[in-house]
Every structure is written in C-alpha cells, then in structure tokens.
C-alpha cells in the first residue's frame, strides 16, 4: 500500500497484512519510518471507516428490518380490531335476540327478566 489520500483507501487483503505488520511494531513501541507511519495512519483512517460503514448499514437493514415489521404489525392489528369490531357486534345482535326470545339479559348476572 502506497503513501496515498486516505479517503480513498481500502485496504486489500495484502494491504491489511502489511498494515498488521506495522501496527505489532507501533505496539511494541518500536518507531515506523514517515513512510511506514503515512501508511500505517491510512491503514487506521481506511479501517474506522469501513467498520463506521458497515456499522451504518447495519444500522440501516435494522432500521429498515423494524419498519418492516411495524407495517406488519400495524396491518395485523388493523385486521383484529376490525374483526373484534365485527365480534362485538355480532354479540350485541345474539345478546339482544336472547333476550327478545327468552326476557333475560345476558348483560347482566342476575337472569330476572327485565
């Protein structure tokens, strides 16, 4: 890997390995030459970047993933309230028809008629 723009860096799997090297001896405190260090720093600078973008898109599929899930669970519960609405009415129906037929109330527990 060449001494270059750090932007435009992304580091092959040759360039990782040589940016390896250098990072054992900065950790050994040992000193890199200024060609060595401008590599080095663009090796760190191309590798918080790609580990920043691969952070972003995760952050994205995830953001994405929820959403989907929410319009899912938003049509769901669309779909019960609109068959809890459609329940409820056909209760009061059966529960007024009961009553008509028989004069007690299912509404309340006492089964006196009214």
């Known amino acids: ?15 990782y390995q040589q940016w390896w090297q250098y990072h054992i ?7 890199l030459t200024v060609e060595e260090e401008a590599i080095y720093r663009a090796g760190i600078e191309a ?7 691969q952070l ?3 952050s ?6 929820l959403r989907t899930k929410n319009q899912q669970l938003t049509q769901n519960l ?6 809890y609405e459609h329940l409820n ?15 007690y109330s299912l509404v309340t527990d ?5």
């Open 25 to 31: 001896r900065v950790a050994r405190g040992e000193a």
């Open 89 to 103: 009415h056909k209760i009061t129906d059966l529960e007024q028809t009961y009553q008509r037929l028989t004069g």
């Open 78 to 83: 669309e779909q019960y309230t609109t068959r």
């Open 1 to 15: 890997m060449n001494a270059i723009d750090s932007r435009e860096v992304r580091l092959t799997q040759v360039d």
């Open 110 to 114: 006492t089964h006196v008629p009214s």
């Open 47 to 53: 590798l918080d970047r790609e580990e920043a973008e």
């Open 60 to 65: 994205l599929t995830n953001l994405r993933q």
């Open 56 to 58: 972003q898109l995760a």
